[in-house]
């Protein structure tokens, strides 16, 4: 679904105020939800740029006004250069959405171009198909909090009843 639940949206708010981006790419933007719950976070000047695959979501959640930039454009087609020397790259409930294989391949270009990264997703067995006719919202891979957790580098992680939340820098 393009929204998400709060279980630890607040970490990720201290976390990027901490690192205080001139930049963020929100990838899977859905409902524009981390940029509305966190640009106020960021540093004044800091531009926030969303790629969402779902071109309906552009229009359904204004998303143009969410953010500096949204790129309408499937994350695992574009090259590292496209959308990756950012400061902040938030992956907020979009990694369960691809076969395990694509996910850790966008992962790696993701930590090896970007300075920072937050991966939130279910950690719970949680089934899903085609969402108001967004196939793309289809869940893929089941990730554990352990197998992300392995991926992340045994980053700092936050464990809830539904999501794991990975913070890498």
């Known amino acids: 679904m393009p929204i998400s639940a709060e279980e630890g949206k607040e970490l990720t708010r201290q976390w990027l105020f901490e690192m205080r981006p001139e930049n963020v790419v929100d990838v899977g933007a859905g409902d524009g939800g981390y940029a509305r719950r966190m640009r106020s976070s960021t540093p004044p ?5 969303a790629i969402e695959v779902w071109e309906p979501y552009i ?3 204004n998303l143009t006004q969410l953010y500096d930039a949204v790129y ?3 994350v695992r087609e574009m090259r590292a250069g496209d959308y990756f020397p950012e400061d902040v790259v938030i992956f907020g409930d979009v990694i369960e959405h691809m076969p395990k294989s694509d996910a850790l391949e966008v992962l790696d270009i993701a930590m090896t171009t970007a300075r920072a990264i937050v991966v939130s997703l279910p ?10 006719g967004n196939p793309f919202e289809t869940h893929m891979h089941h990730w554990t909090f352990e197998d992300m957790h392995e991926v992340m580098e045994g980053c700092p992680a936050y464990r809830g009843d539904v999501l794991g939340v990975f913070w890498w820098a």
């Open 45 to 49: 000047g800091c531009t926030w740029e």
């Open 59 to 61: 229009d359904k959640y």
């Open 72 to 74: 309408i454009q499937d």
């Open 123 to 132: 950690i719970i067995h949680a089934p899903q198909g085609t969402v108001d």
